[in-house]
């Protein structure tokens, strides 16, 4: 089927333009979906008809594919965009720990498992344990299943022998992991073992003719999950054919290369093998793989991950009040801040490790950061006193004492009047916060 133009997208809508799909008007959603960046479904009165008709069209150019099962299951693909700013990333890759059927795999699970940190107030951890077959097929399929119940983590299955895989499979019925390591060689037998257990199977090849070439006999045989596991020679191949994948999928709708992308770090420096990852995550592995369990190796990762996929044209917020750090009372500081969530729970972050309880008074600036909200006029002395009024701070405490971040110490004077507060500048940082709450605010507070 060829490709279909706004126009003809058009034609087959309601031209309503109900509004109902966020786009103003019929022939803009029109021109969205046929630019691949809106799902049909966005549409909620595009009739069956008009469905089966665009069916080809409204799917995304990467499709999207499905590890595991239950709540922790992955979702990865789907992308419509090259750059982030072009509107947004939507699936985080999985990070995925690499263990072996030689190890002891219950304490690999158990160091796997707790590697769950809270990032700007939420949680961020692994998502996958792929399991490398060392041994014999008997050692592979009874560690797989060890794996499977000591834990929920979907399965990668990193093996290129079918007999191995084929007995795994039978202790994972419905964990549907992903099946690494189809090739020239072995691709008719795997691709038979991912359709009897509705499990997603990735593809090897040495370039992307290779892998095209494969992915299209794979959907022959009736296998549409793929995932593409390019084999690269250093960090710059793969960055190359990751970059090469993404370009073909998006912009030239190339649909053999239209998939997720699995991608396996060099485990032979830890601290290089953590810079790897993070650059994977950026580009554009939708599964990083790494053999790093520490928690220093794997929490720049998760925390590029969580910097990377957060929507670009929505600021990251918290709620904007009043908030009890540790347990404060009618002495405690009062602390002002803005409710771009990084900001406050860094500044969160550093009252609980000052070990001196405060409030907190988050102002309403739109998720903006200090500075931004001050240029953007939405923190000011004005804006100030109407959040601390408004979130009654003054009432929890004795005093009348605001504490404002020092990269607005000019809002003091204008803040004084708006207020009628005593107004002291805190730290410019976060970070010195700490000190100021031990020696600083002791000394204020006295007067």
Not at 163 to 183: E, F, H, M, T
Not at 343 to 355: Q, R
Request: proline content about 6%; charged content about 20%.
């Amino acid at each position: 089927m060829a490709k279909l133009t706004g126009i003809d997208i058009y034609k087959l809508l309601p031209k309503t333009n109900c509004g109902d799909c966020q786009v103003p008007t019929c022939m803009a959603f029109a021109m969205q979906v046929a630019a691949k960046k809106m799902p049909l479904e966005k549409c909620p009165h595009v009739s069956d008809q008009a469905k089966q008709a665009l069916a080809e069209s409204a799917e995304p150019p990467m499709r999207t594919v499905t590890v595991g099962s239950g709540p922790k299951a992955l979702q990865m693909g789907g992308e419509t965009v090259l750059f982030r700013h072009e509107e947004k990333f939507h699936r985080p890759p999985g990070v995925a720990v690499r263990v072996t059927d030689a190890e002891d795999v219950a304490k690999a699970v158990q160091a796997v498992t707790g590697l769950q940190f809270i990032r700007a107030g939420k949680e961020v951890r692994v998502d996958l344990i792929a399991l490398e077959q060392t041994r014999d097929a008997g050692a592979f399929a009874a560690k797989a299943a060890e794996i499977a119940k000591a834990c929920d983590l979907p399965l990668v299955l990193v093996s290129s022998d079918s007999a191995a895989l084929g007995l795994a499979l039978q202790n994972l019925s419905g964990k549907r992991p992903l099946i690494c390591g189809a090739n020239r060689q072995n691709f008719a037998e795997l691709a038979a073992l991912a359709k009897s257990n509705n499990a997603p199977l990735a593809v090897q090849g040495e370039t992307l003719d290779e892998l095209a070439g494969l992915t299209a006999e794979i959907k022959k045989l009736g296998v549409n999950d793929l995932v593409l596991a390019p084999k690269t020679q250093n960090l710059s191949d793969a960055l190359t054919k990751l970059t090469q994948l993404r370009r073909l999928a998006l912009e030239k709708n190339f649909r053999a290369l239209g998939f997720p992308v699995i991608a396996f770090t060099d485990p032979r420096d830890p601290f290089q093998e953590t810079s790897q990852a993070i650059t994977l995550v950026c580009k554009y592995a939708s599964i990083v793989v790494m053999t790093g369990r520490e928690s220093w190796q794997v929490l720049p990762v998760l925390t590029a991950r969580f910097n990377i996929f957060t929507d670009p044209q929505v600021p990251n917020a918290v709620e904007a009040k009043l908030y009890k750090v540790g347990d404060p009372g009618p002495d405690a500081p009062v602390i002002v801040t803005t409710n771009f969530a990084l900001t406050y729970f860094m500044v969160e972050g550093e009252i609980e490790n000052s070990k001196v309880p405060a409030y907190v008074a988050v102002v309403e600036t739109g998720g903006l950061g200090v500075l931004n909200s001050y240029a953007d006029d939405k923190l000011s002395g004005e804006t100030i006193a109407a959040a601390v009024r408004k979130c009654g701070a003054l009432d929890q405490v004795k005093h009348k004492k605001l504490v404002i971040p020092g990269l607005v110490a000019v809002l003091k004077g204008e803040l004084e009047d708006e207020s009628g507060c005593d107004v002291i500048v805190g730290p410019e940082e976060a970070a010195g916060l700490p000190g100021f709450l031990k020696n600083e605010w002791k000394r204020v507070a006295a007067v």
